[in-house]
């Protein structure tokens, strides 16, 4: 594997430990809200006392949350298994590429890594004696998609809401 390779595989260990991490807090929630759901001492004291109803509400949301996390962190890992497989060098951006991009609106160079499921997270990585921030993007998200399929050099313009930014991909490793 080349050195880029290394330190995508390595970015997926660390974005997998904090998926694990993220799903345990879900897990536990969930039982909380659950069992909280069901206590006896949430009999309804009257007409509009919904107490139990909300727990209820928030017990499935926290379930189902776990869920979402639980089935990305079994994929994710399968992926990690299988990725000197799997991997295959790409003259375009995919899902599980880490992109470099120029944000030429105002400037400034960053990095994202995309992700079939999941974004919003940013983790500060560490990679050839190089400390920097990678912002986790979905290929489900305007951001993501748009993205999908680029080549370097190549650029793009974003709209989300009234904004429109331009953004060059400077460059990218799967």
Known sequence: ???YQNVV???????????????LMYEELSNAAHQAATDTELKQEG???????????????QKKRYQELKSQYIELQNYILNYSDIRQDSSVIKAY????????????????FIMPH?????????????KREVKIVSTQSPFGKSLLNLD??????????????????LDFYS
């Open 1 to 3: 594997m080349s050195g």
């Open 9 to 23: 595989l390595e970015l997926l260990k660390q974005i997998l430990a904090n998926l694990e991490k993220n799903k």
């Open 47 to 61: 007409k509009y006392d919904t107490r139990a109803i909300e727990a209820g509400y928030l017990a499935g949301a």
């Open 97 to 112: 590429s880490l992109v470099h991009l120029f944000n030429e609106d105002k400037g400034e160079k960053f990095w994202v």
């Open 118 to 130: 999941g974004g919003g997270d940013k983790i500060v990585f560490e990679a050839k004696e190089i």
């Open 152 to 169: 370097k050099g190549e650029s793009v313009e974003i709209k989300i809401g009234k904004k429109t930014d331009f953004y060059e991909v």
